[in-house]
């Protein structure tokens, strides 16, 4: 008599795991079979029984590696743009080995219902009203020459602003007018100081008789276009180039800076020295621009140099984009959530742009070619300045109450047309490591539709 093997049956999984949160569009938690650790988990998102998208459950969590549950088990993910539904209409489940397991939604679910919810009867965006600096136009500008000055490189590990030794001076130690690093409406000094007291043992001659002073380098980008070439006006490559830096000119990283040299004719004639220097000879232009103040109009005119020696690109460029600052890895504003406005301003029909992903070229590109720019403040739009007199209208969306003067003071330069409003009422403060003034949107689906309104 023969034995028949008998067919082992696999027990169904056993599902553990939690629904963290919801925040702005994003879902995330972890889940998996406590029995196979090893296998395969699924989330699916249903809305009235239509599956509208499936994702594995496999980021890493150690958090809950730390509670004695191997492997990678997280999930988060970001809903698609829904119409309004009720309670009871959406639903998560998980799936592994062809098991489905409901994940409870209780804790989130009225706040997804309120996310997707048709938006409430508002306002339109408001019109910044509150500046923050001056705008004036600066009637001229000119430079003088200076014999025996002194420079102060940057202090190693200090902000320039809190430096208070760094800058261009004379021989008696007081600083130069024109080289002065100043903002604002009271046009505050940036770090430096207005007398030093000069060790003249301890500092080292320039190896050429005559430099024209560039002022500081600066490798913020927006601060780059200007701040550090305010003084492009007068630097026609004749005399060699000081420029305050670190790390030294030659050795920069930052390709936009190289490459806006390079445009510049002052590539190759660009200088910083590491050690206090004594230069026999300087010409120091005034800047043309000073941020959050005044600017004139040589300012304009050496952009527009440096900006037609940029090429334009064969392929075609977006007739609507929005400038997105939600792959931003660090900076100083910061805004949680914009990446559920980039999928709502894709819905309506703009080309999603993040400007830290671009090069230069493709950056003046989108300015010349584009019919409407919309996008929170930020440096991205100082690119005007190379494109000045574009058609490209532009919404800029402050993420406070006021409006810096920077933007003004391009506009006043460069032309065309500018509308700024705020969003502050759809934002609250946090804290963030990666950002020196963090924001998190409220709702960025209704702020989505708030935005595209004033963009129609």
């Given at each position: 008599?023969?034995?028949?093997?008998?067919?082992?049956?696999?027990?169904?999984?056993?599902?553990?795991?939690?629904?963290?949160?919801?925040?702005?569009?994003?879902?995330?938690?972890?889940?998996?079979?406590?029995?196979?650790q090893t296998d395969s988990t699924y989330v699916e998102v249903h809305l009235r029984g239509t599956m509208l998208m499936r994702v594995p459950a496999d980021l890493a969590r150690h958090d809950v590696?730390?509670?004695?549950?191997?492997?990678?088990?997280?999930?988060?993910?970001?809903?698609?743009?829904?119409?309004?539904?009720?309670?009871?209409?959406?639903?998560?489940v998980a799936e592994c080995r062809g098991v489905l397991h409901p994940i409870d939604l209780d804790a989130v679910e009225d706040q997804v219902v309120a996310f997707f919810s048709s938006p409430p009867?508002?306002?339109?965006?408001?019109?910044?009203?509150?500046?923050?600096?001056?705008?004036?136009?600066?009637?001229?500008?000119?430079?003088?020459?200076?014999?025996?000055?002194?420079?102060?490189?940057?202090?190693?590990?200090?902000?320039?602003?809190?430096?208070?030794?760094?800058?261009?001076?004379?021989?008696?130690?007081?600083?130069?007018?024109?080289?002065?690093?100043?903002?604002?409406?009271?046009?505050?000094?940036?770090?430096?100081?207005?007398?030093?007291?000069?060790?003249?043992?301890?500092?080292?001659?320039?190896?050429?008789?005559?430099?024209?002073?560039?002022?500081?380098?600066?490798?913020?980008?927006?601060?780059?276009?200007?701040?550090?070439l305010a003084r492009c006006w007068a630097l026609d490559g004749s005399h060699p180039v000081l420029f305050h830096s670190s790390p030294p000119v030659q050795h920069h990283e930052a390709g936009f800076?190289?490459?806006?040299?390079?445009?510049?004719?002052?590539?190759?004639?660009?200088?910083?020295?590491?050690?206090?220097?004594?230069?026999?000879?300087?010409?120091?232009?005034?800047?043309?621009?000073?941020?959050?103040?005044?600017?004139?109009?040589?300012?304009?005119?050496?952009?527009?140099?440096?900006?037609?020696?940029?090429?334009?690109?064969?392929?075609?460029?977006?007739?609507?984009?929005?400038?997105?600052?939600?792959?931003?890895?660090?900076?100083?504003?910061?805004?949680?959530?914009?990446?559920?406005?980039?999928?709502?301003?894709?819905?309506?029909?703009?080309?999603?742009?993040?400007?830290?992903?671009?090069?230069?070229?493709?950056?003046?590109?989108?300015?010349?070619?584009?019919?409407?720019?919309?996008?929170?403040?930020?440096?991205?739009?100082?690119?005007?300045?190379?494109?000045?007199?574009?058609?490209?209208?532009?919404?800029?969306?402050?993420?406070?109450?006021?409006?810096?003067?920077?933007?003004?003071?391009?506009?006043?330069?460069?032309?065309?047309?500018?509308?700024?409003?705020?969003?502050?009422?759809?934002?609250?403060?946090?804290?963030?490591?990666?950002?020196?003034?963090?924001?998190?949107?409220?709702?960025?689906?209704?702020?989505?539709?708030?935005?595209?309104?004033?963009?129609?």
């Amino acid at each position: 008599m023969f034995s028949r093997k008998r067919k082992t049956v696999e027990p169904p999984p056993v599902f553990i795991g939690s629904l963290d949160g919801f925040a702005n569009g994003r879902l995330h938690g972890w889940i998996c079979d406590f029995l196979h650790q090893t296998d395969s988990t699924y989330v699916e998102v249903h809305l009235r029984g239509t599956m509208l998208m499936r994702v594995p459950a496999d980021l890493a969590r150690h958090d809950v590696n730390a509670i004695g549950v191997a492997g990678d088990h997280g999930y988060c993910f970001l809903l698609p743009a829904l119409p309004p539904f009720d309670r009871g209409e959406l639903s998560l489940v998980a799936e592994c080995r062809g098991v489905l397991h409901p994940i409870d939604l209780d804790a989130v679910e009225d706040q997804v219902v309120a996310f997707f919810s048709s938006p409430p009867e508002s306002a339109p965006l408001d019109r910044c009203q509150l500046l923050w600096g001056a705008n004036q136009a600066r009637e001229a500008v000119s430079f003088k020459i200076y014999e025996d000055a002194i420079y102060l490189p940057f202090t190693a590990g200090k902000f320039l602003d809190h430096d208070p030794l760094w800058g261009l001076y004379s021989a008696d130690g007081h600083l130069i007018p024109e080289a002065a690093y100043r903002r604002g409406g009271d046009l505050t000094l940036v770090g430096q100081s207005e007398r030093i007291d000069v060790e003249h043992d301890a500092i080292d001659a320039a190896p050429f008789d005559t430099m024209v002073y560039g002022g500081p380098l600066l490798a913020h980008y927006g601060h780059f276009l200007l701040t550090t070439l305010a003084r492009c006006w007068a630097l026609d490559g004749s005399h060699p180039v000081l420029f305050h830096s670190s790390p030294p000119v030659q050795h920069h990283e930052a390709g936009f800076i190289i490459e806006l040299l390079r445009c510049a004719g002052l590539d190759q004639r660009s200088y910083s020295f590491a050690r206090p220097t004594r230069l026999r000879r300087v010409i120091v232009p005034e800047p043309a621009l000073y941020e959050q103040h005044s600017i004139g109009a040589h300012y304009a005119t050496a952009m527009t140099a440096i900006g037609r020696t940029i090429p334009s690109l064969p392929s075609p460029s977006p007739k609507k984009v929005y400038l997105s600052k939600s792959r931003l890895s660090s900076g100083v504003n910061g805004l949680d959530g914009e990446y559920f406005i980039d999928l709502k301003m894709r819905q309506a029909g703009f080309e999603v742009v993040h400007p830290e992903r671009l090069g230069l070229a493709e950056q003046v590109n989108l300015f010349r070619k584009a019919e409407l720019i919309v996008g929170t403040a930020g440096s991205a739009f100082h690119t005007l300045a190379l494109t000045p007199h574009t058609q490209a209208r532009r919404i800029v969306l402050s993420l406070e109450h006021f409006l810096n003067t920077n933007f003004l003071l391009i506009d006043r330069a460069c032309g065309g047309t500018s509308d700024y409003f705020t969003i502050k009422d759809a934002l609250f403060p946090s804290e963030s490591e990666r950002f020196a003034m963090n924001h998190v949107v409220r709702n960025a689906n209704h702020l989505a539709d708030r935005i595209i309104a004033v963009a129609s």
